[in-house]
């Protein structure tokens, strides 16, 4: 078990030299059960999280321009908003004032339950901290990224939720139970699982913006009063069942645990037919599913690769598959 407590940056990280470019690669992070919704809010990191990674990466370049503060390509108008954003927020800490320009070269799908504003932000910040061989910590770059989080809402962006789970992940992979503190309370290594990333049309209900913060703040804040102690139970069978490999026991527990407190709001948000389909998936031979944080997004974990049919057959339009990660992040120097 590992303990690391976020502590923001006390001074300017020290600038030691700047590269000709960087290229970040970051898996994306599943969101099996927030522990109590009580504990965080837009703006207000924290409220504990569990989740497994997945080698679906975000891949960004960063390099040093000339021009405007900030020029990016292959972002789109509201990622292009949050890099500039991160870009900001680096110059402010730093006293850095270059301008830069991003390339996202490949990025998960957006507003399905992986983190991909979160995994945008990680990449950037540890980017621009390899870029200038800056002294910043992988706790204090975390810390930067859970005080400084926001998403996108169609083009605007707004103060977010996070729990700190995406940011870990991004730089560590396997299995991770982060507290309402910000403490990760286990990490470890994964299995040599596979997964498929889908959505059913019929249950895929818009979740970000408002009705995401009407969900969180409302039924999800209420169902998880007194769940806590039920919830971290479950968590510690969850982190024995990856130890042990046992995607059965892994699954069968991770079912309980979406049926529990918050997770009962945020699958409400999408219809009761989508635990309906979980079930179905499972009596069907898919060891684990899940839905990840708000959704839409289902995540099928198996030992062997998960066959599109699979999908197909219970009405799930499949949006990627691979294994799971235990890498985590990994940077270049580009020339």
């Not at 286990?186 to 249950?203: C, K, S, T």
């Amino acid at each position: 078990m590992t303990e690391v407590a976020d502590q923001p940056a006390a001074v300017r990280p020290a600038v030691s030299r700047r590269r000709a470019g960087v290229r970040v690669s970051v898996p994306a992070r599943t969101s099996i059960s927030v522990i109590d919704m009580n504990e965080f809010a837009p703006g207000r990191a924290g409220g504990g999280n569990l989740g497994v990674t997945l080698d679906l990466r975000t891949v960004l370049s960063v390099r040093p321009a000339t021009g405007d503060c900030f020029s990016s390509s292959g972002a789109g108008a509201a990622a292009d908003g949050l890099l500039r954003y991160v870009c900001e927020r680096w110059c402010a800490l730093t006293g850095v004032a270059d301008p830069f320009q991003v390339t996202v070269e490949h990025a998960p799908p957006a507003h399905v339950g992986l983190g991909s504003s979160a995994s945008l932000q990680l990449a950037l910040w540890a980017g621009l901290n390899w870029l200038y061989g800056c002294d910043l910590s992988d706790t204090e770059l975390r810390s930067a990224v859970s005080a400084s989080y926001r998403e996108t809402d169609q083009d605007t962006l707004v103060s977010g939720f996070t729990t700190g789970l995406s940011a870990f992940l991004n730089l560590y992979g396997g299995f991770a139970a982060i507290d309402v503190d910000l403490r990760v309370i286990f990490h470890e290594q994964l299995p040599a699982w596979h997964y498929a990333v889908a959505i059913h049309r019929d249950y895929a209900a818009v979740s970000a913006g408002e009705s995401e913060l009407q969900t969180l703040m409302g039924r999800g804040c209420e169902y998880d009063v007194g769940a806590g102690a039920e919830k971290r139970r479950l968590i510690h069978e969850v982190a024995a069942a990856v130890r042990g490999a046992d995607l059965v026991r892994f699954g069968n527990v991770v079912r309980e645990l979406q049926s529990l407190g918050s997770k009962r709001a945020e699958v409400m948000l999408h219809g009761h037919g989508l635990y309906e389909v979980i079930d179905r998936l499972r009596a069907d031979g898919t060891d684990a599913v899940f839905m990840s944080a708000v959704g839409p997004g289902l995540v099928l974990l198996s030992e062997s690769p998960l066959q599109p049919r699979t999908a197909q057959a219970h009405g799930l339009e499949l949006l990627a598959r691979g294994r799971v990660d235990n890498v985590g992040i990994i940077l270049e120097t580009l020339p």
